[in-house]
């Protein structure tokens, strides 16, 4: 699995496209939560899916810090990061 930077905002990008029902170019990663519409149940649906697909925890209070999908990629990023250093 590609887990630069890049390749996890497209994921999220796609993922919360398909949450909100919105085609994903609609979905700009460096808007704010808010102005995508994400209300705290897309954003649990999010965190849940982030945790699966990548192995690593993520809490409500990392995507209220990391207001927006670009943010969020790059802690998602800095995280694998970090699990993968010996």
Do not use: K
């Not at 085609?23 to 649906?45: C, E, H, K, M, Y």
């Not at 849940?48 to 990548?54: K, M, Y």
């Amino acid at each position: 699995m590609d887990t630069s930077r890049e390749a996890i905002v497209a994921w999220c990008r796609e993922y919360l496209a398909e949450l909100l029902e919105t085609p994903t170019a609609a979905i700009d990663p460096q808007a704010d939560f808010d102005r995508l519409g994400v209300d705290s149940a897309v954003a649990v649906a999010l965190l849940i899916e982030v945790e699966e697909r990548f192995g690593v925890d993520i809490s409500p209070d990392d995507l209220y810090e990391n207001p927006t999908l670009d943010a969020v990629a790059g802690h998602l990023h800095a995280q694998l990061a970090n699990a993968a250093r010996p």
